[in-house]
């Protein structure tokens, strides 16, 4: 089966390599609500998102009916397509608060909130709960609207109107590195569940800590280096721990079961 991610932005230029614009960087399989999807990152900035159960109903359709292999999933609708202006590398799934992070060469983390409550259940003074809300954004991803949170003004906006920020499409810009960012991760379990915390981490090796509701700055920097390695340091993944399924030590031997130390080249 061959998928040709559909493009936000076709036309949209390669950083790496202009010859090859929609590269893809990274791709994951996760939950975004009560969907799996399957998101992907290209060097021209683009990020394309599908819906795993239509991508499996295609291969057994196409099973059934003795179709050739591989076979052109132009079937396959994507429920998301979106544009982050430079090569896009980190991306992230909130599953119960439905964000996706994505991380590009802008120094700039991109969050997409998806409206979780629909105009007939607010009026009603009900809310659908977060398990009934699908994350599929439409028919026609291209044309999706998103209003877009991207300085402290219109952050104070939305503070103002918790808890029913969500009845819309949230694109929401975090600054604060300088340069390319690999990584974004959520705290995506259920301590969580509105997507509060966020961590990221750049190829200076700097960690930050974000409060997606609360600012759009980190609210915590560290800087990891190993000087004696003798080779220049890059972060490259981070991801917050769940309290529940991690246990602390005073010691560094007690957690590793070693001492560990820089490794020496």
Known sequence: MIIRPVMKEPNAPGYIDRSRPHTINHIIVD?????????LATDSGNVTGYNVEAIFSAINRSAKHGGNRPFDAHEVKSFFAEHVQLSAWGLATHKFARMIAVSSNTGVITVFAFALVDV??????????????????????????????DSAPSMEVLKKDMPHHRTRNLRLSYRGHFDNIPCVSFANFELDPNGLWMVSTDILN????????????????SSYDCPRSGQEQRGWFV???????????????????????????
């Open 206 to 221: 700097r960690v930050f800590v974000w409060r997606v509701w609360d600012s759009l700055t980190p609210v915590n920097t």
């Open 120 to 149: 007939v259940s607010e009026s009603d003074g009900t809310s659908l709960s977060s398990s009934k809300t699908s994350s599929v954004a439409g028919s026609d991803v291209l044309e999706n609207t998103w209003v877009s949170i």
């Open 239 to 265: 991801l917050p721990l769940n309290p529940r399924q991690v246990q602390q030590h005073r010691f560094k031997f007690d957690a590793c079961g070693c001492e560990p130390k820089p490794r020496m080249i």
């Open 31 to 39: 939950d975004l609500g009560v969907d799996e999807v399957l998101l």
